[in-house]
């Protein structure tokens, strides 16, 4: 496992030790501590439990999301993590970004360096603009805020639009980062059903009655229609028509989170849910998968009200992005082909997802099944009848691949039975080295 440090007994002997999922965040957390820092430097632990009566309400059902657990011990080398949402970057032009950095101070550092407005920097979301244009999404830079990603718009939005106890309704599963966000305002998330076409339209309606009938407000629907996190379907064109009858009949807010969109690997774009229903849908885009994550530019679109509203939380959050951040994007947009590069890295991800797939082809035991993604960067994976992805973690763990447990993406804490596998970061060889090793732990455990 690792020069520095022992596994937790849990992780080394799985059968043994093995006491439960709730375990694992914990000995991960403490595993993966010491196996960063080594085992002499490891902070002291404090006992958490007597701040509990300090922390607000609201803060007490957070706990670490099992994929952050994951990550300390699936990035280490010698494990394939099929596990992270991260894009690859290679085919991006790291000397033309540091060249383009290297301009915004010595061009415009006065402005670079500075505080900015709350809504975000004008010539950005001028481009911005441009980026939803290019996908056939219409919108003026007026209509825009600049967010820290799409993850600070998802924030934003729990805080403009829930109180403790709101209904949210969500995709099931839905994205990981979406549901920490709510539930950090105490929504309570109500899942409504996928299958291959996306989220069912008549199931949403049956359940939108059920909340109104028991009193409670619907405060909106979360959706990823495009290649969506962690399904990687995308909702069908009739569907879209639904889902916007629905909305504009019940005065449901949409809460579009479209972070894949110009992925598709044909570069196919579908109509989005703000060209159907605009007065209805809060957008949310980002550049973290068609530029780099590491900027923290993502945005929101909204109708006039909403907006300014928006901007008074954002500027309450942090009083405004990061100046230099939003002058680099700007001129990486404004100068350079960037629709070249979102073609390199759709290229690049639809090489490695057939790799995933012939590989699970290849190696997967009769009963388990997978999408076949047309787009983005996950394969939702369910196992053989009976068999469950948080259990078998650990033995996947020690066979050195990882990826992430189904129920992580279910704020009920269901779907065991499947996981999510992502293609976006390890190169094709690694990527079926990684299924290989994930083939072999779940063929022995079909086998038990
Ligand atoms: N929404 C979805 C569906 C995502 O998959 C992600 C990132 N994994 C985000 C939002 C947030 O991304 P960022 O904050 O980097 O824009």
Request: charged share 25%.
């Amino acid at each position: 496992w690792s020069p520095h440090a022992s596994p937790p007994r849990s992780l080394e002997r799985p059968d043994r030790a093995w006491r439960g999922w709730s375990q694992v965040p914990r000995c991960l957390q403490r595993y993966s501590a010491a196996v960063t820092h080594g085992e002499e430097h490891t902070v002291s632990e404090i006992r958490l439990d007597s701040y509990e009566a300090h922390f607000a309400a609201r803060t007490r059902g957070m706990a670490a999301s099992e994929i952050r657990a994951l990550f300390a011990v699936a990035n280490r080398p010698e494990v394939v993590s099929l596990a992270g949402g991260m894009p690859f970057l290679s085919a991006l032009d790291l000397d033309a970004v540091g060249d383009l950095a290297r301009q915004v101070i010595a061009e415009e550092g006065s402005v670079a360096l500075q505080y900015g407005g709350g809504q975000g920097h004008a010539p950005l979301r001028e481009q911005l603009a441009h980026v939803m244009d290019h996908e056939g999404v219409p919108a003026h830079a007026d209509e825009l805020v600049v967010t820290t990603g799409g993850q600070q718009a998802l924030d934003l939005t729990a805080k403009l639009l829930c109180n403790p106890g709101d209904v949210v309704l969500a995709e099931g599963p839905s994205y990981v980062g979406a549901l920490s966000a709510f539930s950090a305002y105490e929504a309570e998330v109500m899942h409504v059903p996928m299958d291959g076409d996306g989220i069912a339209p008549d199931v949403l309606a049956e359940r939108l009655g059920r909340i109104r009938a028991s009193g409670r407000r619907p405060k909106f629907l979360y959706t990823v229609p495009n290649h969506q996190n962690p399904a990687g379907v995308s909702l069908s064109e009739g569907r879209r028509q639904q889902l916007a009858e629905i909305a504009a009949r019940e005065d449901l807010l949409i809460v579009e989170d479209n972070p894949y969109g110009l992925l598709d690997f044909k570069g196919e774009m579908r109509t989005a849910l703000r060209s159907l229903v605009p007065e209805r849908t809060i957008y949310i885009g980002t550049l973290s998968k068609i530029f780099s994550p590491g900027i923290r530019v993502g945005w929101i679109a909204a109708p006039g009200p909403l907006r300014e509203k928006f901007v008074l939380l954002k500027e309450a959050a942090d009083l405004c992005q990061s100046n230099l951040t939003q002058l680099l994007a700007n001129r990486w947009l404004s100068t350079q082909d960037w629709q070249g590069l979102i073609e390199a890295f759709r290229d690049g991800h639809r090489e490695r997802s057939d790799a995933m797939l012939s590989e699970l082809t290849a190696e997967m035991p009769e009963g388990s099944t997978w999408n076949i993604p047309a787009g983005g960067f996950f394969v939702w994976l369910s196992l053989p009848p009976g068999m469950d992805a948080r259990e078998l973690l650990p033995k996947a763990l020690n066979a050195r691949v990882a990826y992430v447990p189904g129920a992580a993406f279910f704020a009920d804490g269901s779907g065991g039975e499947h996981m999510r596998l992502s293609y976006c970061y390890p190169t094709p060889d690694r990527i079926r080295e990684g299924v290989r090793r994930l083939g072999s732990v779940v063929r022995t455990e079909a086998e038990l």
